[in-house]
C-alpha cells in the first residue's frame, strides 16, 4: 500500500514531509477556507456541490486561489485518483481542502498581492467514534457559549476559524463527555454544531433550523431532499430548546455520518429515549441513494467485542 500524498500550491508531497510556513494567514490569522468531501464506495459525493460552496467563501473573504471552479473540481479529483493506492478496495475516504491567503505580511499591509496557498488532501473515513450513536443515539447538549452571530461572521462561510466552535464543544464535554454539541445562537434559537446542523421531528414532520445561523450544509440539504422524496414534510424554520425537549425524534447531520442520532437533550430522553423509525427510514434513503450503508460500515469498523457491547 503506497503512501498519502498531499497537494500543496502547485507540488504534491508525502504526507510526512507536508509543511506550511509558520507564516502563513491559516496560522497567524485563522485566515482560512475549507471544505470536506468523503466518498461512498470510493466516489466522491456531490464534490461539484463543495467545490462550488468553496469558492462561494473565497469570494466573501475577498480573495482569488487562482484556479477556476472546473479547474479545482479536477485538481481535485486528481489528489484522489493519486490517493487511491493508498487504501483498501473497500475504504471510503475524505477529500478535504484548505485554503488561505497566503503569506501574511510583516507589515501587516492586507493590501499586498500574494498567491494563495492551496492544500487539498484525503485521510480515511475513520467512524468507529459515531458507530455507536447509531444504534443508542446520543446526547445532545447545548453549551453556555452562543454561535457567532451572523452580522459577525455568516456561518455559511466555511472557515478554519473555530476557537469558538472547540470552547462550546469543552464545555458540552464538562456535562457528558460524550456529547454532541448544539448552538444556541445571541436569541436562544437552535444554531448548528460545530461540524454540521441539527434537525427534529415532531408529529411527522421534519424541521430544521434555517440557515441565517447555521451552515447551509450539503448534507442538510441531501437529508431534506431525501425526506421529500419519501413523502415527509419538511420545514425550516426557527427552533428553540422547547422544540427538542418535546419532538418525537432528533439527530445531527454531517458529511461523515450522514445522520446522527439523538436520542436525548439536555438529560432528558427525546421522544421514548431510542432511534426513531423516521430517523431509520432517512438513513435507509441515504444507503439507498449512495449505495452504501453507513451504519453497517461504521459498525464494521467496530471490533467483535465492540459490536457486543452495543447489542448488550
Not at 20 to 29: C, E, N, P, T
Not at 129 to 157: E, N
Not at 267 to 280: A, E, R
Request: glycine share 8%.
Amino acid at each position: 500500500m503506497s503512501e498519502r500524498l498531499v497537494y500543496i500550491t502547485g507540488e504534491y508531497c508525502p504526507e510526512a514531509e507536508a509543511k506550511l510556513s509558520v507564516f502563513d494567514s491559516a496560522v497567524q490569522l485563522g485566515d482560512c477556507v475549507t471544505e470536506s468531501t468523503r466518498t461512498f464506495a470510493q466516489k466522491p459525493f456531490k464534490l461539484r456541490a463543495h467545490v462550488e460552496r468553496l469558492y462561494k467563501s473565497l469570494k466573501i473573504c475577498r480573495f482569488d486561489c487562482g484556479l477556476t471552479v472546473d479547474e479545482m473540481e479536477a485538481l481535485s479529483l486528481e489528489v484522489l485518483e493519486r490517493n487511491l493506492p493508498a487504501y483498501g478496495p473497500d475504504q471510503d475516504l475524505w477529500l478535504v481542502h484548505n485554503i488561505s491567503r497566503g503569506a501574511y505580511p510583516p507589515s501587516g499591509d492586507q493590501s499586498t498581492k500574494r498567491q494563495a496557498t492551496i492544500i487539498i488532501h484525503t485521510a480515511p473515513m475513520d467512524l468507529r467514534y459515531w458507530a455507536r450513536f447509531y444504534v443508542q443515539g446520543c446526547h445532545a447538549v447545548t453549551p453556555p457559549s452562543r454561535a457567532m452571530p451572523a452580522v459577525s461572521l455568516d456561518a455559511k462561510i466555511k472557515n478554519r476559524s473555530r476557537m469558538a466552535y472547540t470552547l462550546a464543544e469543552l464545555e458540552c464535554k464538562l456535562v457528558d463527555p460524550n456529547a454532541q454539541g448544539i448552538l444556541l445562537d445571541i436569541n436562544g434559537y437552535l444554531a448548528e454544531n460545530k461540524g454540521g446542523n441539527f434537525f427534529v421531528v415532531s408529529n411527522g414532520v421534519l424541521k430544521t433550523p434555517r440557515t441565517l445561523q447555521a451552515l447551509a450544509g450539503i448534507t442538510r440539504e441531501t437529508c431534506l431532499e431525501i425526506a421529500q422524496s419519501l413523502g415527509i414534510p419538511t420545514l425550516e424554520t426557527d427552533l428553540q430548546p422547547y422544540d427538542v425537549y418535546t419532538a418525537d425524534e432528533a439527530f445531527f447531520t454531517s458529511t461523515p455520518y450522514c445522520i446522527m442520532p439523538a436520542t436525548k437533550f439536555n438529560g432528558l430522553p427525546v421522544g421514548d429515549g431510542t432511534v426513531g423509525p423516521i430517523t431509520k427510514q432517512l438513513l435507509r434513503g441515504w444507503a439507498e441513494l449512495t449505495g452504501v450503508d453507513v451504519v453497517q460500515q461504521a459498525l464494521g469498523q467496530l471490533t467483535a467485542e465492540e459490536r457486543a457491547g452495543l447489542e448488550a
